[in-house]
């Protein structure tokens, strides 16, 4: 902020006033101009426009104050500076009876301004507040009120010290509604990596269902499955169909005792050798009679028993084939659901 001398009405500007007078503003101020010129305090008086003028700027506000003030606002701004100015000196132009722009009133800089160009990273601006008190026109009273100006410089690193504030609030508020574990579900596309670039975010738990965790079920646990194969104690109760190979065809083979072969012998003329053995054999083969006739026997007599052995033939195997029943393929268990994104901040 610079300071500025006491403003001095001009010769001109005195004259001007003589003839129009302040009362119900018939004094027209037109504009406020900027010099980069150097005038001592005695040149002042005696000018009738400023020299090396660099800026010409309307003023934003006319108000009478009473019938011997007035009070003036202006703007002014290094907006339209192409080279950049050292500004020195203020000049207040009102217009004459023609119309024509006529010096009011002169100030000079105590601190002069460095006015640059917006591009070089500067933006200075004044809000000037001028006060006109005019008793005659020998007696003027000029009072400015300049409000500080703000660099653009200094006005970025507010914006960013406020923006970051704001970020940090952000953060501060989405921190705490949105702590590491939290998860989000989602029917749409947004990504909260991209929404909320300081915290990471997983997808976790795709094609899973959920359930409140406890003391059976730990929390982040993935427990079950969407499809099952079933366990031989789960089946139920069921039967087979088997069928076995032609494996048991065979034959024995036995043998008996001799025993029971025998034959009896009889005398045709009824005269029987008594004296004979047990297998009707003769013990004395004697005629009786004269009679010379052979014997005759009769066929064999089978009432008699035996014991029969029989040799081992039965010790056999058999292939048992047992028909197929099942897959074993696993089957779905799934509940019907509604898909959706779940995210999970971990950082």
Known sequence: MSNWNQYVV?????????????????????????????????????????????????FTAKETVNNTSVKLECI?????????Y???????????????????????????????????????????????????????DIQVQMDAYVSLQVFEAFQTTVTKQLATMEQDIYNKLYPVGRTILDFGDTDPNDQFPWMTWVKVGEGSAL????DTYKVGVLVGANSKTIP???????????????????????STN???????????????????????????????????????????????SHSVTITAAGGHTHTVTVKNAGGGEAFDVMQQSIPVWVWKRTA
């Open 10 to 58: 001009t010769d001109k500007g005195r004259t001007l006033l003589a003839e129009t007078g302040i009362k119900d503003n018939a004094l027209t101020f037109l504009s406020l101009k900027t010099s980069s010129h150097v005038y001592t305090k005695d040149q002042l008086a005696g000018l009738t426009s400023l020299g090396d003028v660099q800026g010409t700027f309307p």
């Open 76 to 84: 002014v701004s290094n907006k339209d500076v192409a080279t950049a």
């Open 86 to 140: 050292t500004w020195n000196t203020i000049g207040i132009y009102a217009a004459d009876s023609t119309g024509a722009e006529t010096l009011y009133a002169v100030s000079t800089a105590i601190d002069p301004v460095q006015m640059k160009p917006i591009k070089d990273g500067n933006l200075n601006q004044f809000t000037l507040t001028i006060y006109l008190q005019v008793g005659n026109a020998e007696k003027v």
């Open 211 to 214: 359930i409140t965790a406890g």
């Open 232 to 254: 031989l104690k789960a089946m139920p109760v069921h039967t087979h169909e088997a069928t076995t190979d032609n494996q048991g065809s065979h034959t024995h083979n036995g």
């Open 258 to 304: 001799w025993a029971g072969d025998h034959r009896h012998r009889f005398w045709l003329d009824g005269r029987w050798q008594s004296t004979h053995d047990d297998n009707g054999e003769s013990l004395n083969d004697v005629n009786h009679g004269g009679h010379g006739l052979e014997p005759c026997w009769t066929s064999t007599n089978g009432g008699h």
